[in-house]
């Protein structure tokens, strides 16, 4: 490696290292925490405990991969082990992202799109919050860099198999990241002038492990609770094609804009930047300079944009900038891939230094208004009734607690089972609230409660507003009510109806 070369490596370590200070710092006053981070944290405190894979509501994990919560386990409900793992896997990512750039541009031009890659405004939040994208974006980076090495062996197709399947693990939209692989490994022994029979081995190694991985987990599910992907809305959504694209770049816009950008910004800039993308792509492809990890790539963006579309088309879950993060890594590198054919030198420098610095002011802006996000995310106790959870905390601890807010309940009273009630199932919930005869099952059990958070999106006016099916069969006693909540006792309305015991 001559000298510009060693330099270059060692300003992305630079770079590399200055990401991970960033969401440090964006954590000073602890992560973000969604609902969703508050699930993976109580699989992970109570795999530590030694109760398996299992979530808040003592159910098996399902819903969600195993791979982050096992990554979490080993601080539990840690939120400093958390804050090392989301600063950990921004350094790996931006690391990679400049390995992966440096196998196509000159080495400099790969700092600088590892740089804008890692300081932007939507990975600096997403890194900053406790989610399972943190370490999918690492791994599916780890996999196009295997699987996209000279020559590829059956040791590097099983590898890339393996890393794939991880990353399906870790998030289920990561189904994309198989066909990426796929596309790769095809890529790669059509390059080497493979014959057919060698092609079929290597390809069939890759699927062969990666679906062996997978089914090995559904199968778990299967077994567990009869949904190979665990409980999922039944129903899809009644969005137009038009609107499914819109919801797409408009997330895309979110994502490179930040998620406090204007709703004409992110929705026009997100549509420019995914047009750009095809143009960027279409570009690489007719240049006569392709590459294994072109197709892999174009692959990898071409899943992370239309999978969460399919899905929401399927079971109407939500499309946001956290879902389309992934795609960012196709974005950057596309751009950095067309910006590095521009001839005029001073052309490239100029674009890349306004680039980079735009990132980084908005990333390192996103870093510093983190825990003014914290104060009112799904951590906080006081964001929504910090009276109710006093109260659930007076409760024995024999008591079984219900609630239209599983997840902070869990976190802030460390009940084991926390269980959702009381609400209608919503397309977008990680979790499902109990069936008639599951709530009525506790209700005939003695000390049955309800914390009941009337300021939340599901609240409604109340339970029995809310599920009148329930309040048919289960009388409703307001045991105390403070602000912004209820407390309520549960019994039976009819105790012939209870379950024999």
């Known amino acids: 490696m001559h000298l510009g070369g060693r330099t270059a490596t ?26 969703d981070s508050i699930s993976y944290l109580s699989a992970a405190a109570l795999f530590r405990a030694g109760r398996g894979l299992t979530e808040f509501s003592g159910q ?20 400093q082990w ?40 939507g990975l600096v939040y997403v890194g900053s919050t406790v989610w399972s994208e943190n370490p999918y974006i690492v791994i599916s980076l780890a996999a196009l860099a295997v699987l996209t090495l000279r020559p590829l ?40 002038g493979l014959e057919r029979r060698q092609t079929l081995r290597l390809f069939m ?47 895309v816009g979110a994502l490179v804009f930040g998620n406090s950008a204007s709703v004409g910004v992110t929705n026009n800039g997100g549509t420019v930047i995914t047009v750009l993308l095809v143009i960027a792509f ?52 596309f751009a950095v891939v067309v910006l590095d054919r521009i001839r005029w030198r001073t052309v490239i420098a100029v674009t890349l230094v306004v680039v980079v610095g735009w990132s980084a002011y908005e990333g390192v802006a996103v870093a510093d208004r983190a825990p003014h996000v914290v104060a009112i995310a799904a ?18 601890a024999d008591a079984h ?22 609400v209608r199932p919503r397309a977008g919930n990680s979790n499902y609230p109990l069936s008639a005869a599951d709530t009525l099952r506790y209700a005939c059990l003695p000390h049955t409660y309800l914390a009941w958070f009337g300021s939340l999106a599901n609240a409604g006016d109340g339970p029995a507003d809310r599920r009148p099916d329930l309040a048919a069969i289960i009388d409703l006693t307001v045991a105390q009510s403070v602000n912004g909540g209820v407390l309520y006792t549960l019994r039976a309305h009819d105790p012939s109806q209870c379950p024999a015991r």
């Open 205 to 251: 190694i890759h699927i062969a492990t990666a679906v062996t991985v997978c089914a090995a987990w559904m199968v778990r599910n299967l077994v567990q609770t009869g949904e190979a992907l665990g409980p999922r809305f039944s129903g899809g959504s009644a969005d137009s094609i038009s609107q499914l694209i819109n919801r797409v770049t408009s997330a």
């Open 82 to 121: 958390a804050r090392f793992v989301g600063a950990a896997c921004m350094v790996g990512a931006t690391w990679l992202m400049f390995v992966l750039l440096r196998s196509r541009v000159r080495p400099w031009v790969a700092v600088a799109g590892a740089a804008a890659f890692a300081l932007s405004p």
């Open 401 to 422: 607690v219900l609630t239209n807010s599983p997840q902070r309940v869990w976190w802030q009273n460390d009940r084991n089972p926390t269980l959702f009630a009381f």
């Open 282 to 333: 279409v570009i690489t492809l007719i240049s006569g300079t392709r590459r294994v990890l072109d197709f892999g790539m174009a692959a990898f963006a071409l899943t992370s944009l239309a999978l969460p579309a399919v899905a929401r088309h399927f079971t109407a879950s939500d499309i946001e900038f956290r879902v389309m993060s992934p795609s960012l890594i196709a974005i950057v590198y």
């Open 10 to 35: 060692g300003a992305a370590a630079g770079v590399a290292v200055l990401s991970g200070a960033v969401i440090a710092y964006a954590t000073r006053h602890d992560p973000v925490l969604s609902p």
């Open 153 to 192: 062996t059956e040791r590097t197709a099983a590898l890339g198999g393996l890393l794939c399947a991880l990353g399906f693990l870790t998030r289920y939209a990561g189904a994309g990241l198989i066909v990426a692989g796929a596309v790769c490994v095809l890529a790669a022994t059509q390059q080497l």
């Open 60 to 79: 098996p994990l399902t819903v969600f991969g195993p791979v982050f919560p096992l990554l979490l386990a080993v601080g539990g409900r840690s939120l």
């Open 379 to 396: 951590g906080s106790r006081t964001q929504t009734s910090k009276l109710l959870f006093d109260l659930i905390d007076t409760l024995p």
